[in-house]
């Protein structure tokens, strides 16, 4: 019953650019199963009531569909796919923005034992799993309150911290519990994934992140992999040519520019690997975006 409502709900609702009239509520509609790609998933809770996805983070593939949802714990690189998806029966999807301050103030007011304990290593940074019934009652409840301005400033809060504990202390509390954990092995290896997405265009040595992070070089190589399925210079390398793209959307002829911008000092490098992860050299796609723009392939859209 709580599928179909929030089918229902999630239809009504549903805007081009995603957004709902509630702060970090998100609602998806997709109505064609276009190609595979590319984008950062955001920090993020996404449950599917229609259709299906499919997400790829390195070397991990993330199939979820009607009654389940996905945590992204880390913005990572995903290349995703909406995999069931036609105007007779668009994909639908609601989405929750997670932010670490919320998790965190709801771990300090929980009673002790009311969670369970967090293991020391780090947890994957994406995961799938079935919405229990609670979880979706609530999530029905809170997208309820668009049907009812009146009640969103005083209800939505309370709804949204109903959903976050309900995250913390299901089956994969513990990927949604390290958001809040200042000394999480997912809060160690944030830094080194914020600095790499800051600093995109410059080398570095693994030994300076891994410092930068609180760990050896072992336990930094072994938590990294855990929470983003690659290697540092393998997340680089995401972040490098998903901003390359970004940026021969708007400067198509300058092929050997934005490969330099973001770090290649060689083209044949940067041509080569482009084509290895967008199917096609860079000239041609950027021929290729100018004659299509898409909407973001992350966890929800």
């Given at each position: 019953?709580?599928?179909?409502?929030?089918?229902?709900?999630?239809?009504?609702?549903?805007?081009?650019?995603?957004?709902t009239?509630?702060?970090?509520?998100?609602?998806?509609?997709?109505?064609?199963?276009?190609?595979p790609a590319p984008?950062?998933?955001?920090?993020?809770?996404?449950?599917?009531?229609?259709?299906?996805?499919?997400?790829?983070?390195?070397?991990?593939?993330?199939?979820?569909?009607?009654?389940?949802?996905?945590?992204?714990?880390?913005?990572?690189?995903?290349?995703?796919?909406?995999?069931?998806a036609d105007?007779?029966?668009?994909?639908?999807?609601?989405?929750?923005?997670?932010?670490?301050?919320?998790?965190?103030?709801l771990?300090?007011?929980?009673?002790?034992?009311?969670?369970?304990?967090?293991?020391?290593?780090a947890?994957?940074?994406?995961v799938?799993?079935?919405?229990?019934?609670?979880?979706?009652?609530?999530?029905?409840r809170?997208?309820?309150?668009?049907?009812?301005?009146?009640?969103q400033?005083?209800?939505?809060?309370?709804?949204?911290?109903?959903?976050?504990?309900?995250?913390?202390?299901?089956?994969?509390g513990?990927?949604?519990?390290?958001?809040?954990?200042?000394?999480?092995?997912?809060?160690?290896?944030?830094?080194?994934?914020?600095?790499?997405?800051?600093?995109?265009?410059?080398?570095?040595?693994?030994?300076?992140?891994?410092?930068?992070?609180?760990?050896?070089?072992?336990?930094?190589?072994?938590?990294?992999?855990?929470?983003?399925?690659?290697?540092?210079?393998?997340?680089?390398?995401?972040?490098?040519l998903?901003?390359?793209?970004l940026?021969?959307?708007?400067?198509?002829?300058?092929?050997?520019?934005?490969?330099?911008?973001?770090?290649?000092?060689?083209?044949?490098?940067?041509?080569?690997?482009?084509?290895?992860?967008?199917?096609?050299?860079?000239?041609?796609?950027?021929?290729?975006?100018?004659?299509?723009?898409?909407?973001?392939?992350?966890?929800?859209?």
């Open positions: 019953m709580c599928l179909e409502e929030l089918r229902a709900l999630l239809a009504r609702h549903a805007r081009p650019d995603g957004t009239a509630i702060d970090g509520v998100l609602v998806s509609k997709v109505d064609r199963s276009d190609p984008s950062m998933s955001g920090t993020v809770l996404a449950v599917i009531a229609q259709g299906a996805k499919r997400l790829a983070l390195g070397d991990r593939i993330f199939e979820y569909g009607a009654g389940q949802y996905l945590v992204a714990s880390v913005d990572l690189p995903v290349t995703g796919q909406f995999t069931k105007p007779e029966r668009p994909a639908l999807g609601f989405g929750l923005v997670l932010e670490p301050s919320a998790v965190a103030e771990l300090l007011r929980a009673a002790p034992g009311d969670t369970p304990p967090t293991g020391g290593g947890a994957p940074g994406i799938v799993t079935d919405a229990p019934a609670p979880l979706l009652d609530a999530v029905v809170l997208l309820r309150l668009l049907d009812e301005p009146r009640d400033a005083v209800l939505a809060p309370l709804v949204k911290r109903e959903i976050l504990w309900r995250l913390i202390t299901g089956e994969q513990a990927t949604v519990r390290q958001l809040g954990l200042a000394d999480s092995g997912l809060s160690h290896i944030s830094r080194a994934v914020r600095w790499i997405r800051e600093h995109y265009a410059r080398p570095f040595r693994v030994e300076d992140l891994a410092r930068l992070s609180g760990m050896s070089v072992s336990a930094f190589y072994r938590n990294f992999h855990a929470v983003t399925a690659m290697s540092p210079i393998q997340f680089q390398k995401q972040i490098r998903q901003e390359a793209r940026q021969l959307a708007t400067h198509p002829g300058d092929v050997i520019g934005v490969g330099h911008r973001v770090g290649y000092d060689n083209p044949s490098q940067f041509s080569r690997e482009y084509r290895r992860q967008f199917g096609v050299p860079p000239s041609q796609d950027a021929a290729r975006l100018r004659q299509s723009v898409r909407g973001p392939a992350g966890v929800l859209s």
